[in-house]
């Protein structure tokens, strides 16, 4: 529950709280007196009830869009190139999974929050190593949020802990639980790799108890390292130049494993699905700043690393919850990392919840919003003086 720092007291719980109205009466010289007249309240039912979330989202549906990307321990860039990961309308929910992420994970969720601009909140973030996973919420939804919980795994052991694993958030939106996961596996081309990393999903997926009823939709993004197989270097280039993606994303480990009918009911990936047809180049491996695969002394062979994929579980609670990618795509533009950063938007039906569920009280991190809107300020105001410094000089 929020604490006193986190919510201010009298401050509304419900989206149609009306303020109070202070109605002040004239008064006769050494006297004087004052009204305060209440609100006729007009709230009906539950915070995370039907009506609540018919009226904060009509279709009742929210539009969540994810990130994943593998920064290389790199800086970022700039704050009007990180716009173009937020450049779509509509988004509801942002959600940022980061691996080898630099620089501290505070400053990279002040850098997110002033390019999300004050309609966004960070609800949530939790860091595992050089594995980072935000989750922004459109600032009135904060409201209807249940606790969150973190979970974290790693795939490593000894010093190599904090490079490979992943962390993962759960919480609910009014009476929808969501999971989120970053993961970052094992690399390699090796086929003994790949079965290593076959190996590292399932434990990470049995580590975050998807199959025990406890979310409606579960997420998975991230750096999967997943190869190739069966073609040379030379070869994908060959099929890329040709714009033969499916004769690559045909023989791609992932879409494989995701595509095999013959995986035993127990498995903890089956039921998961890409978010949606691949229609973009491989993400990996880049030259810095250029559209050129991998020309160092490796010359590693390009590859779709980066994903991410989900599973809906229909039958919970007998509410079918289906969640409907709406695009898939690389982010081509941003050339600072050796990755791409992929994004993918989904539609998500939300069901109604009761109070009884453990509520937020619309906690967020308050700090974070403040100083973006410190630094927004500041860009603006100097943007403005620069502006009016120009006209001056002109005019002389």
Not at 193 to 207: S, T
Not at 370 to 391: E, G, H
Request: with cysteine.
């Amino acid at each position: 529950m929020a604490t006193s720092s986190d919510v201010k007291q009298g401050e509304p719980r419900y989206s149609n709280f009306a303020k109070y109205q202070s109605l002040s009466c004239s008064s006769e010289e050494g006297s004087s007196s004052s009204v305060v007249q209440l609100p006729t309240m007009s709230v009906k039912g539950p915070l995370l009830g039907s009506n609540e979330l018919i009226k904060c989202l009509p279709r009742k549906e929210a539009v969540i869009q994810i990130c994943t990307w593998n920064m290389g321990s790199l800086p970022f860039p700039s704050d009007n190139q990180l716009k173009r990961i937020f450049k779509h309308d509509g988004i509801d929910i942002h959600i940022i999974a980061i691996q080898e992420s630099w620089p501290s994970p505070d400053e990279s969720e002040l850098l997110f929050q002033t390019s999300l601009g004050p309609g966004f909140v960070l609800f949530h973030s939790v860091t595992f190593g050089t594995l980072h996973l935000c989750i922004f919420l459109r600032r009135e939804l904060v409201w209807y949020t249940c606790e969150p919980v973190d979970v974290s795994h790693t795939v490593r052991s000894g010093r190599l802990f904090k490079t490979k694993g992943a962390v993962g958030i759960g919480f609910g939106l009014f009476g929808t639980n969501i999971l989120i996961i970053n993961a970052h596996l094992s690399a390699g081309e090796e086929s003994s790799r790949e079965i290593q990393r076959m190996e590292e999903l399932n434990r990470i997926l049995v580590a975050h108890e998807i199959n025990k009823n406890r979310y409606d939709t579960v997420y998975l993004a991230g750096d999967l390292n997943f190869r190739i197989s069966g073609l040379g270097r030379e070869k994908i280039v060959e099929e890329l130049k040709n714009n033969n993606l499916q004769n690559i994303l045909m023989e791609d480990q992932l879409n494989k494993l995701l595509i095999n009918s013959s995986l035993p009911d127990t498995s903890s990936l089956k039921g998961f699905s890409e978010a949606a047809a691949i229609t973009f180049r491989p993400t990996y491996k880049y030259d810095i700043g250029t559209d050129n695969f991998d020309s160092s002394a490796k010359k590693r062979a390009p590859a779709y690393t980066d994903r991410i994929i989900y599973k809906c579980f229909s039958e919970k609670s007998g509410f079918p919850v289906p969640s409907q990618c709406l695009k898939y795509e690389a982010v081509t533009e941003l050339k600072v990392s050796d990755h791409r950063p992929v994004i993918a938007m989904f539609s998500i039906k939300l069901k109604p919840g009761f109070d009884t569920l453990p509520i937020t009280g619309g906690r967020f991190k308050r700090d974070v919003y403040a100083k973006a809107m410190q630094k927004r300020a500041k860009f603006l105001l100097d943007k403005r003086i620069s502006k009016l410094a120009s006209t001056a000089c002109n005019l002389s």
